[in-house]
């Protein structure tokens, strides 16, 4: 090779060199300025998270020492609480009120009439709540079972109000009184529960447990309003785990409500939940016998096969995937399973005659078992 030629070979090396060495600083001037964009913008939403968290513990209007007489009932969660003030202008945003009793992990608020005004910090409101002087007699208690549906909790109420079962449930289902609801709860109660297949809107919602009532006569909005708090308040511990499973709150509901429709005291709530999953992944259906009862409005023992012909949403026999809502309301332990399910290769399960559930992983494995413990 002639030296010119060696010349020539080493300039077009340098040039690309010098190429190279131009379109690394260029890359690395774009990740610069990317990163301090990221920085910067990260930055702006925490300070203005921070602020607004700032401005919402501050007194709604410190000039403001007009009284306001503000009722808490008896019974009432830091959410309830939180609403009440908020809407008497007590304070500025009822979550962060609920946020910041749980931080503090403040208790021991007391029902009763309250004078307070708009120039109260959160903190001095606190105290207020703790010195409550409302003695009231309990007129009633409501006891809502795990795996109760709307008809069954009307039942409830209907023979604790002196009200007929058809009347409770037609409030229950009241399109007014649901859309008020929606907007007090818009973080539960979504446009999910106005699906046109949805049988009843707030199934699923109102949370099993014993409510305390004070009152004569409560409205039906005043009854359930507890319950409702009582949901938010419970799937508010599990935000982070509905958010790594991409859940929204009616597909947690639903699948809980699955899970505890057939659960028993013996079974394992998480293997149930494995076996729900398992089959989404593969595309099987989820066929459920309790799907079948609900799409049928019936509750008995046993389901026959001319049952699993219903032509419903609902059915999982007929339709994969979840079924449109909750078919019932789940207690804890069938929300966690939903979340923390077992890991495991099972597909079917059959619940015998003694309340225990067996678990198979072949459709051979699990017609033996039929055939020796299901007549």
């Known amino acids: 090779m002639s030296q010119e030629n060696k010349k020539d070979k080493r300039d077009i090396v340098r040039q690309k060199m010098i190429e190279r060495q131009s379109e690394a600083r260029l890359v690395r001037k774009i990740v610069l300025i990317i990163a301090i964009i990221l920085v910067i913008t990260v930055g702006a939403i925490a300070g ?38 908020e809407n008497n202008g007590i304070i500025k945003d009822a979550r962060i009120f609920k946020y910041y009793v749980k931080f503090k992990n403040e208790t021991g608020f007391m029902a009763g009439e309250y004078t307070l005004n708009p120039s109260m910090t959160i903190p001095e409101i606190i105290n207020s709540l703790k010195t409550g002087k409302l ?12 795996g109760k549906q709307l008809e069954q909790i009307a039942g409830i109420i209907a023979e604790k ?6 009347e409770v449930m037609k409030q229950l289902n009241d399109p007014s009184m649901i859309k008020s609801l929606m907007g007090k709860y818009p ?8 699906d046109k297949d949805i049988k009843y809107p707030l ?28 949901t938010v308040d419970v799937l508010d511990e599990y935000r982070i785990a509905m958010e790594e499973r991409g859940f929204s709150v009616h597909e947690l509901l639903t699948i809980s409500s699955l899970i505890e429709e057939e659960a028993t005291e013996k079974v394992d709530r998480n293997k149930i939940a494995s076996v729900f999953y398992n089959r ?22 046993k389901v026959l096969y001319k049952d699993l012909e219903i ?19 789940a207690g804890v332990v069938s929300i966690e399973a939903a979340l923390v399910p077992d890991e495991s290769d099972f597909l079917y399960f059959l619940a015998t ?23």
């Open 187 to 194: 973080d539960l109660l979504t446009d999910d529960i106005l």
């Open 135 to 146: 003695q009231e007699e309990l007129v009633f208690k409501l006891t809502i079972p795990e």
């Open 311 to 329: 032509d419903s949403p609902y059915n999982t026999y007929k339709y994969p995937g979840l079924t449109p809502g909750p078919i019932a309301n």
């Open 48 to 85: 203005v998270g921070y602020f607004y968290i700032k401005s919402a513990i501050q007194p709604v209007d410190p000039d403001n020492k007009k009284e306001k007489i503000v009722e808490i009932p008896i019974g009432s969660s830091s959410t309830g609480i939180g609403k009440i003030l």
């Open 353 to 375: 005659s003694t309340g225990e559930v067996l678990f198979s992983k072949t459709l051979e494995e699990h017609n033996q078992k039929k055939a020796k413990h299901i007549q």
């Open 203 to 230: 199934e699923g919602y109102l949370f099993p447990a014993t409510y305390s009532f004070y009152k004569e006569n409560p409205t039906i909005e005043e009854i359930i309003t507890p319950m409702l708090d009582k």
């Open 280 to 301: 989404m992944e593969t595309g099987m259906p989820l066929q459920t016998d309790p799907t079948v009862l609900y799409a049928q409005g019936e509750h008995k023992d």
């Open 161 to 166: 109000t002196n009200r007929s079962a058809a």
